[in-house]
Each structure stands twice: as structure tokens, then as C-alpha cells.
């Protein structure tokens, strides 16, 4: 059986039996008809998906892998800020008339620093210190950038990694500020697994661990019963993933480099609603 799924279903049931509902606070998220969007929040959840073991897509519901990746090449190797470069419609929503959402992900990645070893930005930099100094502790990443926060559409919520290498393995922590578990909780553990599997391969390491941690995990109050009947559904064993092996360059890994096999899955739930 998929360890992701047990992870989500007791995660989501943490909080749906122990969480703290919003109802009666002041929220920032509505949906789209103006009602506050309210959610029962557990905080500081943290979830570790050991990558040797398996790949952590849900089988509960089919994670939708080629658009997750698609946007975190989006972030991660396109480094754009911009909606027009990402191939699905999920960011439309806080971009403006020019498909920008601003000072956000890709641009802040895409953003030049000086370092020892030369001026490059945060990803080259991850890329350089995992090939030539893999035993370094400040192998990390971080776009909080207070500087530019009143020019983002979302601030940020994934928004840290930290590599770190053990052996040939290399692990990483992601640090959320805050995660739409119906919505995004695997779409983001996909995305940044893949990650993983793509910076060990070109940089001659194999994937470890993934920590996710996340501060503030909420359901959405519409989303309560579409979660309860999920986590009651059947569970399968998670599917396999490959990576293309030929890409040796991170810069040239596209969505068709990711083989999926055997992904048994419940239907999909269409139609969930996505807070604003
Ligand atoms: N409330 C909220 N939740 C989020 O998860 C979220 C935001 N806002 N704002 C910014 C981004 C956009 N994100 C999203 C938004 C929609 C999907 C979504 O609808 N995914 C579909 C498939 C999409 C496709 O294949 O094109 C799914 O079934 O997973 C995923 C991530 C994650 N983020
Ligand atoms: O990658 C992502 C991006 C966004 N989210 C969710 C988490 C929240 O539900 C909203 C953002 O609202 P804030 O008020 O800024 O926290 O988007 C996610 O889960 N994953």
C-alpha cells in the first residue's frame, strides 16, 4: 500500500478531529462567490516520504504528476513568474493582465546573489555546492523575501529547501508557511520529490528523504466532506517513477523525462473548489 496515502489520511484526520476551526476569526481567503473561505488548521505538521522506499503520489485520488512537475520547472528551471510559461491554468487566478504574478517563485529563484564561488542565483548555487562541497550544511534555498512582498500576487507558501547529503543520499526539507491539504498537499510532496530525483541524478547522488514541514495545515471548510469520504477510500501500492537517465544537465530535464508506471487510483474528485 502507499505510505503517502496512510500519511495523508492520518494527517487529515488529525485535523479534521483535532483541528481549529477559523469560523468566527478574520480569514484573507474567499471563495469565489465572496463567502470567507474558513478552514479547521492543525499546526506544525511534518511528514517524511523516504524516496528509496517509494514514489509518495496518492493513489486516493489521482495526483495530476505532468502539471505538478510542469509548474515546478516552471519555478525551479524556467524560473518565470510568468502565467504564459506554465502549460495548466492554476495560478490565472492571482496573475495580472500580463499573465505576472509578480516578485514571487520563479523570479525570486531567478534573482543573482554573490557568492564564493561566483555571482549565480539560489538554484545554480544548490547545484554547485551539491557537486563540488556536498558535506556543506547551507545547501538551501529561501524566497521569503520581505524586500519584495507587497509585489507578489501569493506570498509564497513552499517557500525553503535544504539540502542535504548523507552518504550518496541526498535529502531535503521543505518548509511551508501554509498548505491547502485537499488542493495541494500532494501536488507539492510530487513536485518536490521529483526535485529530489532530478538534482541527485545530475548531481551524482541518489534520492533520500523528503521532510515536509508544514506550519499551518488546513482543510477548507467546503472541502470537509470531500475529505472525509476520501481517506475512506480503498488504498493501492504507489506507482513506480523513473527518470529519464540520459539528462545530465537539471536545465535540460523536461516533463517527458518522468516515466510513471502502474498508478493504480481511485476516480477523481472533479470539480474541487480553490480558495482565492
Ligand atoms: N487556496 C489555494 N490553494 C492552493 O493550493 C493554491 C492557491 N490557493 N494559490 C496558488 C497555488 C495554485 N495551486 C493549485 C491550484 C489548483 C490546482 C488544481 O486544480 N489541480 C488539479 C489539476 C490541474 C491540472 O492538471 O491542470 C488537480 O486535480 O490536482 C493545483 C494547485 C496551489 N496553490
Ligand atoms: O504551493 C502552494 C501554494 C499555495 N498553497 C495554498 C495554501 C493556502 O491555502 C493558500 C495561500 O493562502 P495564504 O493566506 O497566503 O496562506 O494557498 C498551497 O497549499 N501550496
Redesign the pocket.
Known amino acids: 500500500m502507499s505510505k503517502a496515502d496512510v500519511l495523508f489520511v492520518n494527517m487529515c484526520r488529525g485535523i479534521l478531529d483535532h483541528g481549529f476551526s477559523t469560523e468566527g476569526q478574520q ?3 474567499k471563495w469565489a462567490d465572496g463567502a470567507p ?1 474558513h ?1 479547521i488548521k492543525n499546526f506544525g505538521v511534518v511528514n517524511r516520504y523516504d524516496l528509496q522506499e517509494e514514489f509518495p503520489a496518492l493513489t486516493l485520488r489521482p495526483t495530476a504528476i505532468k502539471s505538478a512537475v510542469d ?1 515546478m520547472l516552471w519555478i525551479w528551471q524556467k524560473k518565470s513568474n510568468n502565467v504564459n510559461d506554465l502549460n495548466s491554468h492554476i495560478w490565472d487566478s492571482w496573475a495580472d493582465e500580463t499573465g505576472s504574478i509578480g516578485k514571487a517563485y520563479g523570479y525570486q529563484l531567478g534573482v543573482k546573489y554573490r557568492f564564493a564561488q561566483g555571482e549565480m542565483d539560489q538554484v545554480d548555487n544548490v547545484i554547485w555546492q551539491l557537486k563540488n562541497t556536498p558535506y556543506s550544511r547551507r545547501i538551501m534555498t529561501n524566497i521569503y523575501n520581505f524586500n519584495d512582498l507587497m509585489e507578489m500576487g ?5 517557500y525553503s529547501m535544504t539540502f542535504n547529503v548523507t552518504g550518496d543520499r541526498l535529502n531535503a526539507i521543505l518548509n ?6 485537499l ?3 500532494n ?2 510532496v510530487v ?1 518536490y520529490s521529483v526535485l529530489v530525483h532530478m538534482l541527485a541524478q545530475v548531481c551524482g547522488l541518489v534520492p533520500g528523504e523528503l521532510v515536509h514541514v508544514i506550519a ?1 495545515a ?1 482543510i ?1 471548510d467546503r472541502h470537509v466532506p470531500i475529505v472525509e469520504e476520501l481517506i475512506e477510500r480503498p488504498q493501492y501500492p504507489a506507482p513506480k517513477f523513473r527518470l529519464n537517465p540520459d539528462v545530465k544537465d537539471f536545465y535540460d530535464f523536461t516533463v517527458d523525462d518522468i516515466i510513471i508506471e502502474d498508478y493504480q487510483k481511485n476516480p477523481q474528485v472533479k470539480n474541487i473548489p ?2 482565492i
Open positions: 480569514v484573507r481567503a473561505a478552514t509548474e501569493l506570498e509564497p507558501c513552499a511551508q508557511r501554509s498548505q491547502d491539504i488542493t495541494a498537499n501536488w507539492n513536485q499551518d488546513h477548507y480553490v480558495a
